[in-house]
């Protein structure tokens, strides 16, 4: 291990690799070699991560920002312990299939972030998504820049040309905001950002809780469309009459203490915030990674599915 690299030193078992895959940071990362990942755009662009063995290392950024990039800041097993014993089964048998997965975030790159979220929208993410926003990453190398990019000239497809559409207005909501490790756990700055990205055309409440989850690491905030719906309903984590969220009703009510929102009892979103708390953006991010990886290819190897 070279002489300037640091161990990161996180909890037993971390995963680095794996809460890369899963976070809408990954395109912001080169992985120019095995068990090397090189952010190369942004906060601490140059930052390098390396895996040895069970152990993680870093150079290019502080310790602090080193463990919230990677996702080490956060430990599942460990916030599994305040749920009760049902509960957490979900979260254990998640586990046996992507031990050390963790929520890899990034408060510094707002609108990276939102890019790769908003491109996500009904498409492949770690195939379409990746490449369009890792194109546009490569050639920005920093928010300002990015900000003045066409994301038409990097594909042909429908995300890219509603991104474009709505580039101006989001960049006026973004440029209010102050990036940075002040907006971890923030919930002020998502009941701020909320009505005014939700009244984007385009922007779902999907999109927002991502932004919630993976920006600024509100972690009881499980994004959800109709595909996360039809597995969770399946593996029995939520009940068949559960919904997703309405962005009529985001827009109105708070995440927080709506009590009167309609949605309220039946919301999954906030049925996986009552019912796991700081581990329900954790459980969807599993849930998703299972669909994405298992069952697209027909594959279930815990059993997931009701027979």
């Not at 991560?49 to 599942?76: D, H, Q």
Request: glycine content about 6%.
């Amino acid at each position: 291990m070279d002489i300037d690299f640091k161990g990161l030193d996180p909890w037993d078992g971390f995963n680095l690799a794996l809460s890369l895959k899963a976070s809408f940071s990954l395109p912001l990362f080169e992985n120019p070699k095995p068990n090397v990942f090189v952010k190369i755009y942004g906060h601490s662009s140059g930052a390098v991560f390396k895996i040895n063995g069970k152990n993680t290392y870093y150079r290019g950024c502080s310790l602090r920002e080193a463990l919230v990039f990677s996702g080490a800041w956060f430990n599942p097993l460990e916030n599994s312990k305040k749920l009760s014993r049902r509960k957490a089964s979900y979260i254990y048998k998640f586990w046996e299939v992507f031990p050390g997965l963790s929520i890899a975030i990034d408060p510094w790159d707002l609108r990276a972030m939102f890019y790769s979220i908003f491109l996500s929208k009904n498409t492949r993410y770690h195939v379409n998504t990746v490449h369009w926003l890792h194109g546009m990453a490569t050639v920005a190398m920093h928010e300002e820049k990015l900000s003045s990019l066409d994301p038409r000239l990097f594909g042909r497809s429908y995300q890219l040309a509603q991104l474009s559409e709505i580039k101006q207005s989001l960049n006026k909501i973004l440029n209010n905001i102050t990036p940075g490790f002040k907006l971890i756990g923030s919930r002020k700055a998502f009941s701020y950002l909320k009505p005014k990205l939700l009244s984007l055309p385009y922007v779902g409440s999907k999109s927002v809780h991502a932004f919630g989850l993976f920006c600024l690491g509100l972690t009881f905030f499980a994004p959800t469309d109709r595909h996360l719906m039809s597995i969770a309903k399946s593996a029995g984590i939520v009940e068949e009459d559960a919904k997703i969220p309405e962005k009529r009703l985001c827009l109105k009510y708070d995440c927080f203490s709506s009590f009167n929102c309609p949605l309220f009892k039946a919301c999954v979103t906030a049925i996986l915030m009552r019912n796991f708390g700081t581990m329900a953006g954790w459980l969807q991010t599993a849930t998703y990674l299972y669909g994405a990886l298992y069952l697209s290819r027909k594959l279930d190897p815990i059993n997931l599915l009701r027979k």
